[in-house]
Each structure stands twice: as structure tokens, then as C-alpha cells.
């Protein structure tokens, strides 16, 4: 057989296959096909210059053309295995969705993509996917056209298209339904969340999880006919009928009306209502899938949330490189800190975390061994994140750390204080990293023996959750320092986005405005819940009320005075009564009491009656962060729009379907954000004053 590519078989596998390809019978550019033991055919995926499998229309073009040489092989069985360390397919290769506008062209590749997955579907011979590491999307979709799909021990398959604002596209829709329970099939859809092998074999979803040792029998006795397959799912033929899936898909309506609105998130209830109108019939549930899937593909929350993905990939690009960092010495085991050590020491680094209060590194570890409990899959994996997160009231561990992040107060002198004791104590190679939120970096570095080794490591609360770390350079920062510290950033699988030092850096900064005019709409007599409402309503994750308590009202209280001190940002007053409750120990959350109460499971307790928000509410709210965000650029605190709003997006939630605010403001036009801000500023007063950037974005002088 011809080759279209002449090096033969260079990549190796991602572990030795005992079992498996003889010599190349054909090398594609992508894949490669040969004939092992047993005349079984084997394809492997092999993505030229990528280090990840994706599928794209040319990984896809190859494979139909493999389909026609296996067919004309006289195979008795065909294997599809990756031959990549990290997994089988990881999703359908994002570039090929990015900046369609078309419909109609989409639809025309989407059913060209579909015929050569229904001819794979529809070979005679058995197939197998051969199943490590990630199989997502479109991945899982090929593995969904093969006959047997066995898992390896690390798998993880899972269809995530609903958080880019779509719905599988690739046959997934109609084959995982009809493979598994309906409602469970709907719920991975609709979740975006992955499953592990052992959890795929309990939904039906793989047919077998296995060693690699076991590959050859298991393949021989899928080939032969011999592996157990669960017979069909019962209740395919219920949700066959309507009436039990309307009824199921309304407790589905209701339950993404919790988590997205439908007219920003379109996706979930596209998705549902393709499954109640044609559920049970494929055909017409492939057709319905092409034409929905091209539809919310060109659709504005669909490329906003691929923009959000090319941002997060970018912002992981700046991650790259060796920090040299297996050791983590925090000191303050409080909120942050406490945090900071636990997922530090999830993600495989030794840890050890001192506090004045002792009490306050066993709360730390306490909540670690909860949050591991929650999130860590095995009872080993637990076991070794709690024996790697040391409590070292002496502070021990800091004359052997490769990095030091101080996370006490925010106080410029107890901070200082710390560095005085801490510096002689450290390594000479070691990183000196503070937490602050707000104290610019200048101010923290002097009386520093090695000013050039402190760096601004800015986390986000909840650590978790948040994403983002703002990487906060100054002016004796050095280089080396910083790339460690992005290349930490990249270790604990966190997001660096590089700031300059200035007051609140640019994340609290922005979002200081937002949350002030929340408080001057509370001293209005607006209900904060209509204040938070009016800003989930434009798509926040959470109303500035319950974001200031979740802050903690003391820390926001500190960054404002701070921030209004330091810099000539038109922000309000700070009202009188916020300075009271921190005073009475009101602080938020943490305290079970702040702007809101808190219930046992620490969740605010809202009522129920406030009225719905006025149209300029959201405008009062959010067009001051945009406002401070402009200044931002314009002041080179961060380098260019793509950083800013992938900062907002992964440190606030900003809503991911509007691209962030630079997007959202470019979308909306900055003429008409300018006009706003002016019509505020004559209402409300000079905090509403326009920013000097406008200007040049909406292309006056
Ligand atoms: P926290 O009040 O929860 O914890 C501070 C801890 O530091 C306490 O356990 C205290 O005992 C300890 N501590 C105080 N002085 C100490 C010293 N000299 N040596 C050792 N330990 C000492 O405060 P939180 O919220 O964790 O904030 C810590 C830092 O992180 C602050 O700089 C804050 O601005 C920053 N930050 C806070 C965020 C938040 O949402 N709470 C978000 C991002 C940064």
C-alpha cells in the first residue's frame, strides 16, 4: 500500500503494548494502520505536530480513507488506540469551530463528518476503541461508533461541548442515549463533566475497564465474540415513549434554568429538546443534531466561549517552562493561605504551613482533608495529598522551601515584619511570594536583602474555583523570578496573568467601582437583592453584595481604603455602616453574617419579595468596571485586551458568554459605552467620569 507519509512508525506507544501492531501496513499523516496478531486490524492516531489527539477535518479525511483499505483487508477485527501519552482524543480540534459564521457551511461539513463516523459504525467486522487518558467530544464519539469500548485504567470520557455553548455534534447526542440510561446520558451532556473508567463501565458506557496487561485477551474475546456485553438498557425502550420523556425533560429545563439562563446559554435546551422531540429515533435525531449543533456553532454565546477557551490556552502558554518548585512554604493559614497549601499540595507538592495560631493551621487542615475528601478520587490519592501538607508551627520548612508565599493580614507592616524574619532564613535560590491583594509590591520589597526574588503571586478566593493567579511584577522583580513564577502557576494548574504593581493590581481594581456602587444603591433603599439580581442578569456568577461577602467585608474594606488613598480612580465613599459591621465582627461569610445572613450550609439568605432590577442597574454596575478596566490598559497594567479579559473571566467569573469586559465593550461599541458612562456621570456624579481610553477605541480624538 502506498504512504502518504514516509517516516514509518517513529512515535512510541504510551506504554509498551504487549499485544498489538505488526509493521506499518500503510502511515497516514495522522494515523497509522496495520494488520497485528489474529488478523486483527490496528489503527493508531498519531496527530502530526500536536501533542494532543484532536479530531480535525484532516484527522477525520484519513480515517474514511483508512475505513476503505481496513475494508478491503480482510480483517477479522479492527482496534482504534491513541498513541499518545496523555490519551486517546481529547475533543474535536477547537480551531476548525473558531470564527464560522455560516451555518449552512457548517451543516455541510458537520454531515460529511458524519458519514465517515457512520461508516466506521457500520463496519462488519468488530471494533474495539481502545481507550487511555482523555476521550472527550468528538472523541468519544468514534469510541461511541465502535462496537466494544474498553477502558484503560486512567480514562476519562466525557462530552464538555455544553461549556463552549454547544451540544455533541458528532452522532454523540443520539448514540450515548441510546447506549445508556437516556437521563444518564442527558446528564453527562448536559454537566460537561467526565467519568472515570469504573464509572463508565457502571453506566454501560465502556464495556470493559482493563490493564494493559489484559489488552490481548480482551481484544481476542471482543474480536471473537466472546466479551460480555450488557444487554441494552431498559429504559431506552421507556424514554422510547414521549410521554416519559417530556416529563423528563421538563425536571431537565428546570434544572439548567438553575445554572444558565436560556437566552445566553441556548445549548442545554437545544440539547433536551432535540432528545424529547426525536429521542429513540436515531435518524432523525442525527438530523436534528447536525442542524442544531451548526446552528449554536456560529451563534455569539458559542464563539464567545470558544474565545474564552483560546484565552485560557494562552494564558497556560505563558505557563510553560521548569519553576524548579517541589517545595511550598505558606505562612498564614487563614482563608487564602490555608487554601493555597491544600491545593499546592493536591497537586503533588510538598507543602508546609505556619501560623501564629496554631488553631489556625488544624482548621486549614481540616478543610484540606475535606476538600481532598470531595475531590480526590482515591483513598491514596488522599492519604498522600494529607502526608504531603505538613502543619509547621515553628516554621520550619522555610529555610528548605523553594518558595515562600506569605499570606497574612493585609497589612503593610505585620507583611513587612514577616519578610524581616523570614529572608535570612530562606534559600539563596529560593522565591519570596506574597499574596497581597492590594499593597503594591514596591512598598513590600523595601528593607529586602534580594528585592529581585519577591514576586506578587495573587490568588483568588475560592482557590479551588478560581482559576487565575495575577503574577504581580515591580521594578526590581527579576526576570528569572518571574518566569519561575509563571511556570509554578503552570505546575499547580492555575492560570498566570502578568500585572504590573499598582494599587489592587487590575483585577480588585476593576472590580472595586462594582462593588461601591452596589453600596450606594443599598444607601438608595435598592434591596440588595435586586442588586444582585440586576448583575446576574447581565450574566455575573454572583450580585456584588453577595461577592463582597464572599471577599470578606474587612479585606474589601481594606482594598478600598487602599485604593482611595493610592490612586485618583473616581471611586464613592466608603459608607459609614459598612465600616460598623466590620467593626461588630460582620465580615462576610466567614463570619455567618455580613450584607446577607448565612444558613448552615453557608449560604446567603435571600429574600424573596424584592422587585426586579430597573434597566440602568446593571449599567450603574457594570460600566464603571469597563470604565476601570480601560484606565487599566491605558496605564500598561496589564499588556493587551486578550490578558484582561481572560483575568476577569478565571479570577471573577466575569460571564464567560460575553468574551470579558474588553470583548463585550469592542461588541457593544465603545461610542456607546461612552455616551453611557456621560449620562451617568451627569446623574450620578464624576465616578461615572469616562475614562481617557475610550477615546481611542471609539475613534475620537
Ligand atoms: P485571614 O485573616 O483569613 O488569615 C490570615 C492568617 O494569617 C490568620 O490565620 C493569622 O493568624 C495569620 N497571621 C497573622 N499574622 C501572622 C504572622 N505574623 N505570622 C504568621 N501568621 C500570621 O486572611 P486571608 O483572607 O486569608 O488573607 C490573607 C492575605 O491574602 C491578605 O493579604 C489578603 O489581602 C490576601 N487575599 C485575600 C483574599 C480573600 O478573598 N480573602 C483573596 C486574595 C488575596
Redesign the pocket.
Known sequence: MPATNASVWKTPAPRKMEFGPRDAAKVFTHWRLSMGPDDIAWLLLDRSSESTNTLSESVLAELDMALGDIEGMGAKGLVIRSTKKGGFIAGADIHDFKGVTEAREVEKRMRRAHEIVDRLAALRIPTVALIHGYCLGGGLELALACKYRMALGDAKLGFPEIMLGLHPGLGGTFRLTALIDPVEAMTMMLMGKTVHGKKAKALGLVDAVIEERHVENAVRAAVAGKMKKDGGNWKSSVFGLRPARQLAARQMRGEAEKRAPKRYYPAPYRLIDLWEEHGGDSKAMQEAEIASFSELLVSETAQNLIRVFFLREKLKGSAKGESGIRHVHV?????????IAAWCAARGLRVTL????RN??A??IGRAAAFYDQKLHSSIERRDALDRLIPDFE?AGAAKADLVI??????LD??R??FD?IEPKMRKDAILA??????PLEALREGLTFPDRLVGL?????VAKMELVEVVAHDQASKATLDRAHAFCGAIDRLPAAVKSAPGFLV?RALTPYLTEAFVMLDEGTPKETIDRAAEEFGMPMGPIELAD???L??GL??VRMLKDRLDDPIADIPAWLEKKVDRGETGR?AGKGLYGYDGKRKPKKGSGAPGPGPEMAERLLLPMLNTCVRCLREGIVEDEDTLDGAMIFATGFAPFRGGPMHYARRRGASDILETLRRLEQQHGPRFAPDKGWDAMSGET
Open positions: 505562612i498564614g493559614a487563614g482563608t487564602m493561605g490555608g487554601d505556619a501560623d501564629l495560631d489556625a493551621i482548621r486549614a516554621g506569605e499570606a497574612v493580614v493585609e497589612k505585620v507583611k515584619k514577616v524574619g506574597t499574596n497581597t491583594s492590594s499593597i495573587h490568588f483568588f478566593n475560592p480588585n464572599r471577599i470578606g474587612d479585606i481594606e482594598v466567614k
